[in-house]
């Protein structure tokens, strides 16, 4: 059977050859491949590898579990971890390797799903970070708190998605990576949309382009390779060496420095490395997004129209991920209940008043 990880992992589920088992062919985008693999490589097989398939028992799976619990901190992460392992041992099911899939077991307890809800940057802060990254970099800064894109939206956007007439962003495309080879691909969901875009962005975008003005590149399209068609676009934002930017090196030489200029993560030590910084998983690029969403909604905007414009699939996503940042939920409708039974309450009240007619 055509296995996901057959080129990349030495080892595969199952132990001796006549147990050895794969996970099936995955779909997905390359990088949700990458990710998958990755997985499998560091996490699974590592501790049940070399375990035949009918040994991996649901008491196997208790103790894999409490091992990955102290290892890996992100619920989410792990989540994701023993959903790679469920869907190889699925699939041992489907061709009778197994007769059942010891991740359905009830002892085996997965992590509770993560509430959900993302945290953003005061405005405050977004702006402190946009006023001492580069020049160059400044317009980055700029797009993720003002029109909510995703990093490698950022670096894929072209002049030719700028509608300036009717003040909006077409997202066509991203920037994406793997094993550091670079290419372009639909955006998140293989969507593109159309985001509103405010005249403080237009005027930045108009003065960004001044300066540093766009670039034609080339890559592969969907994914690298040398066997990949190419296409062109001309970026708003490229390196100073007209490359297109690769994310890892940008966020290591880029946007470290300005959180640590910025006072949100600590300067880097002395004796450490030029990437050497610490971590920030809740300060990445993405804190931008959800700093967008946070402005958007308590100024009261719809989520149905925040989440076309975050390109979320449902407003349900968008919701669940952002409705703390709706101070007034549940408040405008109390106040015009309150104000209807109110003034009906009034009416009735002197129209029954004991020196009212009764009838």
Known sequence: MRSLFSRRLRHP?????????????????PKTQQNQERKARLHIVPHLGHLPLRSIT??????????LEAAVSSVDYRRGILSELSSVLEAAVDDKRLARNPMRAKSVRWPKASRGRREAWSLKTALRVRDVIS????????????????QGEVFGLSPEDIDYARGVLHVRRQVQAINGKLYFTLPKGAKTRTVDMPSSVADELKRHAEVFPPVEV??????????RPTRKFSLVRTTRFSNVIAVNTWNTYAWK??????????????DAKQWQWEAAPKDGFHVLRHTYASIMLEAGESVVTLARWLGHSSPAITFGYYAHFMPEAGSKGRTMIDGLLGEQG???AGRNSPDSPQG
């Open 218 to 227: 080339e890559l592969p399209w969907g994914k690298p390779g040398p066997d």
């Open 257 to 270: 420095p300005a959180l640590a200029e910025a006072g949100i993560i600590p300067p880097r030590a002395k």
């Open 13 to 29: 589920i199952g132990g001796r050859a006549e147990n050895v088992h794969w996970a099936p062919g995955g779909g997905g985008v």
């Open 58 to 67: 649901a008491a196997e799976l208790r103790a894999y579990t409490a091992k």
């Open 135 to 150: 020049p160059r970099n400044r317009i980055a800064v700029v797009l993720g708190p003002g029109c909510g894109l995703r």
């Open 346 to 348: 009034d009416q009735c």
